[in-house]
């Protein structure tokens, strides 16, 4: 069962770098507790299956010309029939030109664009600029436009809007209008158009700029075959908060700050109902009314990473790392932030900064006025025009600045408080830890509430990781730069384990550190069904290592407003998965398994603690929900224990347990790169960690297919080569 759960948004030439930043932080506000955003490239769009796991496109500002030259012909074609078999485009400013039959920009200036458009969504003209003045290398054009919103246009609830006024102003820098019937003496065109917001009668003609346009639209939904476009001239997802002062050298470009920032709470509710129009799944907080307390980023900063020894066993072993990591500290007392002593260690490019907690009865292990002098939150987006051929920035940035993070070292009677650790109990993690009978794994436990990504942290700053000890667990409640395999984001909602485990492993033939992706997997799944009568859990594995569960839509009381989750049809979708770092010195790798586990929220699919729920209901038992300390210790201690076989006996005397979890048994799948041919699912090869599959048209030939070479779209049986 296919549950849609990307974003994508084009990161191709042309792209304004900072409508595609802009944009992307504030998908992320209003998405990320179901989706993915992920930004893609032509080379993306023509080579991989993105089809069946997109829910939404998204064109942003900058430059149609360069997404003619690489779109069209294939890319534009399969674009095309995803939203008419009901996918979901969203074209903002040059986005809403080319999602359009025809482009008309500037005609009559040298900056005249004017030409025909493949995509066609909305089948007649968007001409432009809708206001004069437009400056590719400045905002001398930008401005707070008036657009006058039609509330009952958007199909959603009447409450959303609260008590917003009509009247809005937006964000806009040369966008155009869309030029409906109604606009024209003679339609021409059958149009399936619905206008969303339409401008001031301050619009003026490209073609006669003494010529006023009244009721121009500048937002409008376009019905494609099942799918939906929504195509803006105007710029919904720039927050006031976003623009850089500096960059407007025009007194009435200072005033447009001013103006949008008085209205970013109904600029938000407008955004949000564009989504909820398209059938995107929003998240509410991002709609709340904020106008004047200065919250305006639903994007979380990064907070302290805590670390303690957690199954240590003697105050020796404990004290030399202690001693170690403040040892390492290259700038010491030459800075005094907010009254502390600062001890820096410099490494990669980060500034990671020391601290030993405090102790007493106190729960604010660091002082709020050092935390905010050290984390402060990143300002605006570089300023930089659009992407060249490269990909890369054409325009001015900003010079580059280091990452801080706060690493407080801790003691077990030095621990934060659930106050300043909401999300994670770490006294609660430490006592299940110790509950169990493992050492090594999970001997130290760092903890953030939020940070950029578990396995990034530890991979970035090698000076840190040759510092911790073998088995170090860093997790988080919320990345905010989550990793999955190729492109791919991890999707981390509140409620989803997210954890990093560093191991050394040695070179041993007959314990292959290719296995070892297999071994974390399989051990996540059993430390679960380990326990007394949760063995019937429907917990599955996906080759070579995502775990899924099952999920059945009818049972689904989310309140989801998606038409993709309406089937009602049970089937296994992903609830976790593995992504592993490695590097490899003096006879010895140095792993990091990056792992992602739902087992408390509900989105985007489903979870451990929801399948409980419905297994209790299926089968009339009284199993508990897991917490998510529990869940850490149960999955560390069941990884030590299978490794410790592992190391001794090799992969091979756990290819039955692997089989029992896993959903490929006989499975019939098509081989993208072998014409489709078909073969079944044979088994795996515990040395090399290939899929071997028989060939059902020579019975006497079998392929052995690469775990990190090939892509698994399971839904559809189809193995195709990664080309990324």
């Not at 779109?71 to 979901?88: A, D, F, H, P, Y």
């Amino acid at each position: 069962m296919a549950i849609p759960l990307n974003v994508l948004v084009y990161s191709g030439p042309g792209v304004s770098i900072n409508s595609h930043s802009f944009i992307i932080r504030t998908l992320r506000q209003f998405l990320s507790h179901r989706y993915a955003i992920i930004p893609v490239d032509p080379d993306t769009l023509r080579n991989q299956p993105w089809e069946t796991k997109a829910a939404l496109f998204v064109m942003p500002g900058g430059r149609d010309l360069p997404y003619t030259v690489d779109l069209n012909g294939e890319i534009n074609s399969r674009i095309k029939n995803w939203v008419q078999t009901g996918g979901k485009y969203l074209g903002i400013c040059s986005g809403g030109y080319y999602g359009s039959a025809r482009c008309e920009f500037e005609p009559g200036t040298p900056l005249a664009i004017i030409g025909d458009r493949e995509l066609a969504f909305f089948k007649g003209t968007c001409l432009g600029t809708a206001y004069p003045g437009y400056d590719y290398k400045s905002e001398a054009g930008a401005r707070a436009a008036e657009v006058t919103v039609d509330k009952s246009a958007f199909n959603v609830s009447e409450s959303l809007w609260r008590s917003d006024p009509a009247n809005v102003r937006i964000y806009y820098n040369g966008g155009g209008y869309f030029v409906t019937n109604d606009l024209l003496e003679s339609p021409t065109v059958d149009q399936d158009v619905k206008v969303l917001a339409r401008y001031a009668p301050d619009v003026t003609d490209p073609y006669n700029r003494l010529q006023k346009v009244s009721n121009a639209p500048a937002m409008i939904s376009c019905s494609v075959g099942r799918g939906i476009a929504v195509l803006t001239g105007i710029h919904p997802e720039y927050a006031w908060n976003y623009l850089a002062a500096s960059s407007f050298t025009y007194p009435h470009n200072r005033q447009t700050v001013d103006l949008l920032r008085s209205h970013d709470a109904y600029r938000r509710r407008l955004f949000g109902a564009m989504l909820m129009h398209m059938k995107i799944d929003v998240d509410r907080d991002a709609l709340e009314d904020d106008i004047g307390n200065g919250n305006h980023s639903r994007i979380p900063v990064k907070t302290p990473t805590f670390i303690v020894p957690a199954r240590v066993s003697g105050v020796a072993a404990a004290a030399t790392t202690m001693y170690a990591l403040n040892n390492a500290a290259t700038i010491k007392g030459d800075a005094n932030v907010a009254g502390i002593s600062d001890m820096i260690l410099r490494d990669g490019n980060d500034d990671i900064h020391i601290v030993n907690a405090a102790t007493g009865n106190t729960e604010r292990r660091v002082p709020y006025k050092y935390e905010r002098t050290v984390l402060k939150p990143t300002g605006p987006a570089p300023v930089a025009l659009w992407l060249d051929k490269s990909g890369s920035a054409n325009g001015n940035n900003n010079e580059e600045t280091r990452d801080q993070t706060i690493l407080v070292l801790c003691t077990q009677d030095s621990l934060p408080g659930t106050k300043e650790t909401s999300r994670f109990d770490m006294n609660l993690a430490l006592k299940y830890m110790n509950e169990t009978s493992a050492h090594t794994i999970g001997s130290w436990l760092m903890y953030s509430e939020v940070t950029g990504s578990t396995q990034t942290f530890l991979e970035k700053n090698s000076k840190l990781q040759a510092l911790l000890p073998n088995g170090t667990v860093n997790v988080a409640a919320a990345q905010v730069a989550g990793r999955g395999r190729g492109r791919n984001v991890w999707i981390s909602p509140v409620g989803c384990l997210l954890f990093t485990t560093l191991l050394r492993h040695p070179n041993l033939r007959q314990a292959p550190v290719v296995m070892l992706q297999y071994l974390y997997s399989l051990a996540a799944i059993e430390a679960i069904k380990g326990q007394s009568g949760y063995e019937g859990l429907p917990l599955r594995l996906k080759w070579p290592n995502d775990v899924y569960a099952l999920y059945d839509a009818s049972s689904d009381s989310s309140g989801d407003s998606s038409d993709d989750l309406d089937s009602g049809e049970p089937g296994f979708v992903k609830i976790g998965g593995l992504l592993v770092g490695s590097s490899y010195k003096n006879n010895e790798f140095t792993l990091l398994f990056g792992f992602g586990l739902s087992v408390a929220n509900p989105l985007p699919t489903t979870s451990i603690n929801k399948v409980i729920r419905d297994y209790n209901l299926k089968t009339g038992s009284r199993l508990s929900a897991l917490s998510m300390e529990k869940a850490l210790a149960l999955i560390t201690a069941k990884f030590e224990e299978l490794y410790r076989q592992f190391l001794v006996h090799g992969f091979e005397p756990l290819l039955k347990s692997y089989y029992r979890n896993w959903l490929h048994t006989d499975q019939i799948v098509m081989l993208a790169d072998k014409g489709y041919e078909k073969a079944k699912v044979i088994g795996l090869c515990p040395n090399e960690g290939l899929l071997q599959v028989r060939s059902l048209l020579n019975p006497n030939v079998i392929y052995s297919l690469q775990p990190d070479g090939n892509s698994f779209d399971m839904m559809k049986g189809l193995i195709s080569r990664k080309t990324n």
